[in-house]
């Protein structure tokens, strides 16, 4: 499986979250070309802020290794994670994270700003823009949905 195969994947993971109305965004960790953990927002459903797909899908990923400590892992999340779920990433040590739409607005892997180029001890590579149409396009419909409703 490639990068698009796991995006894809995340994909279905955020389109899951829109369904329980929640965010639609969707994150899966993968440790040696095998998925471990994924997650979707549930923020809402949880009555939780750090309840985003990346946090839940780290705190999954850290119960299946037994371990705090994500070495060699990736994470593959639909939308450019926030400053919260960057730290954890980092503090997590994981290799690579890969997001599909950027975030001018709240995004810290290089949209407002990128906590991943802050000199840590640990480095953790970035890649973003793979399938961003297709992640893009499921938030902007989400929320353009909701608006119409609250219109309504």
């Known amino acids: 499986m490639d990068d698009q195969d796991f995006m894809a994947l995340a994909l279905a993971e955020a389109k899951q979250a829109g369904l329980r109305g929640e965010v639609p965004v969707g994150a899966i960790v993968v440790k040696g070309g095998e998925i471990i953990a994924s997650g979707s927002n549930a923020v809402i459903e949880l009555c939780d802020p750090t309840a985003h797909a990346e946090v839940l899908a780290l705190r999954a990923a850290g119960q299946h290794l037994q371990n ?24 997590a040590r994981m290799s690579r994270v890969v997001f599909g739409a950027s975030d001018p607005k709240t995004g810290a892997a290089g949209g407002l700003l ?39």
């Open 68 to 91: 705090y400590r994500l070495p060699e892992c990736e994470l593959y999340v639909t939308l450019e994670p926030c400053a919260m779920c960057a730290a954890a990433m980092i503090h």
């Open 114 to 152: 990128n906590v991943f180029d802050t000199t840590f001890n640990h480095q953790t590579t970035v890649q973003g823009g793979v399938m961003a149409d297709e992640c893009s396009t499921l938030l902007k419909d989400f929320f353009k949905t909701k608006r119409a409703l609250s219109k309504g």
